[in-house]
C-alpha cells in the first residue's frame, strides 16, 4: 500500500480552541494539539466520559466544534462533509451490525467514497483486496459483515478505513475486540503504513501500555479538557494517574515501552 498522487502530501496537523458538545453542553473545552507532524501515531487517553470519542468524531468532522483544526494550509472546521472525507478518515468504535455487503464489496464501497485521482474503477478490488490480505483477512473477503464476529467486523472496518489512504486517519478502540496476536498484528501493521505513507494517525485507546509502546505521542484527557500531551514517557506517570484515573500505581520505563502496575484505587 503506497502513498497514492499527493494524498499525503506534507502537512501538519494542528488544533487550537476546539469545543464540541451535544445539546448546547461542551464535552471537549479548548483542546489544543499538535502541531502533528505526518507520519506520527498519537493515541488518545483518559477515563469513560472523559471526551476522546467527541473529540475525534469533531476531527473526523462529524460532530458540530467550533475553533480551529489545520491540516496544511487548510482549515477543516466548516468543510463541507464530502471534502472533509477526502482528508480524513474515521474508523468507529461502533460498527453497523446489519450490513447485507460482503467483505470486499464494503471495502471497494469505502474506495468509492473516496475515489483515487490517479487509478482506474478496474483497479478498486485488486486494491481492496491488498487491503484485506495485509489486515490478515483476505480469507474472509466473500463472507458478509453482519456474519462475522467482533473482531472479524472490527478487521473489516479497520481496512475500510486503511483503503481510503487518508491523510488523517482516526481509529475509535480500534483494537478491543481482538485477542492479543490481533492487537499486535493491527499495532505493527498500522505503524508500518504510517511510516511509509506519511499519514497522520489518532487512535482513543484504553490500554496505557499499549498506546506507550505505539504512540510517538499521547494525548491524556480529563474532563475534556487536555491534562497532559507529550511522549508516553513524560505524559504517563504515576502523578497522572492519581490525577486523571484516581488510581495508584507505579510506571516503569522497559525496552518495549511502559510498564504500568496499578495498585489500588484512591
Do not use: C, F
Not at 468504535?93 to 446489519?98: A, E, G, I, T, V
Not at 464489496?105 to 485488486?126: K, N, Y
Not at 490500554?207 to 491534562?227: C, F, I, N, Q
Amino acid at each position: 500500500m503506497t502513498a497514492r498522487g499527493d494524498s499525503h502530501a506534507a502537512g501538519t496537523l494542528g488544533v487550537r480552541g476546539l469545543e464540541a458538545g451535544y445539546d448546547g453542553k461542551a464535552v471537549v473545552r479548548q483542546v489544543d494539539l499538535g502541531p502533528i507532524e505526518p507520519g506520527s501515531m498519537i493515541s488518545l487517553l483518559g477515563p469513560n466520559a472523559a471526551g476522546k470519542t467527541t473529540l475525534l468524531r469533531a476531527l473526523a468532522g462529524l460532530q458540530p466544534a467550533s475553533g480551529s483544526i489545520r491540516l496544511g494550509e487548510r482549515e477543516l472546521v466548516g468543510m463541507p462533509l464530502a471534502e472533509h472525507a477526502r482528508l480524513v478518515g474515521y474508523m468507529p468504535q461502533n460498527l453497523p451490525q446489519r450490513i447485507g455487503l460482503s467483505v470486499i464489496e464494503a471495502t471497494i464501497s469505502a474506495m468509492r467514497a473516496a475515489p483515487p485521482g490517479d487509478a482506474g474503477q478496474a483497479h478498486l478490488a485488486e486494491t481492496a483486496l491488498d487491503t484485506l490480505e495485509r489486515v490478515g483477512i483476505g480469507h474472509l473477503a466473500m463472507e458478509e459483515l453482519g456474519h462475522l464476529s467482533g473482531g472479524q467486523r472490527q478487521l473489516a472496518s479497520l481496512a475500510q478505513a486503511l483503503v481510503r489512504r487518508p491523510r488523517v486517519l482516526l481509529l475509535d478502540e480500534p483494537i478491543s475486540a481482538l485477542d492479543l496476536h490481533y492487537q499486535l498484528r493491527v499495532m505493527k501493521l498500522v505503524r508500518e503504513i504510517v511510516r511509509e505513507s506519511g499519514m497522520i494517525v489518532i487512535m482513543v485507546l484504553h490500554d496505557l501500555a499499549m498506546a506507550a509502546r505505539w504512540s510517538d505521542r499521547v494525548v491524556l484527557l480529563s474532563g475534556g479538557e487536555v491534562a497532559a500531551e507529550g511522549p508516553p514517557e513524560e505524559a504517563i506517570t504515576a502523578e497522572r494517574l492519581a490525577q486523571v484515573y484516581q488510581v495508584s500505581g507505579t510506571v516503569t520505563r522497559t525496552g518495549s515501552g511502559l510498564a504500568i502496575a496499578i495498585d489500588d484505587i484512591l
